[in-house]
Nanobody, 128 residues
């Protein structure tokens, strides 16, 4: 079992910066993916970033150049730094992890259905 706890988030003005963290505890398997998903009211949960345990990160196009994910293996913590925030970034942000999401070749599945472990979510609100 993997337990994920998000922190950070909150409110920001458009153009501002927020930082999220996801702390993992429990059994951490070899070769896994950990990532961020978000869900705005009335919309489907969408993939934002994924990072393999080797540190390779993938980012969805809508946040490329603005969001940076980093994995601290020693602390079992995944961070997400979000700069130049936009109102459309407003959503509940979830941390997710699973070894089933890891793809040979240091890649990750981006479908939320593949991830079996989820945090409780943290709200990000960006005002214009």
């Amino acid at each position: 079992q993997v337990h994920l706890v998000e922190s950070g988030g909150g409110s920001a003005q458009a153009g501002g910066t927020l930082r999220l963290s996801c702390a993992a505890s429990g059994y951490i398997p070899h070769d896994y993916c950990v990532g961020w998903f978000r869900q705005a009211p009335g919309k489907k949960r969408e993939w934002v970033t994924t990072t393999t345990n080797f540190g390779r990160t993938y980012v969805t196009d809508s946040v490329k150049g603005r969001f940076t994910a980093s994995l601290d293996i020693a602390k079992n913590t995944l961070s997400l730094e979000m700069i130049r925030l936009k109102p459309e970034d407003t959503a509940m942000y979830y941390c997710a992890a699973d070894s089933a999401a890891f793809v040979r070749g240091d890649n990750c599945y981006t479908s939320a259905d593949v991830y079996g472990y989820w945090g409780q979510g943290t709200q990000v609100t960006v005002s214009s």
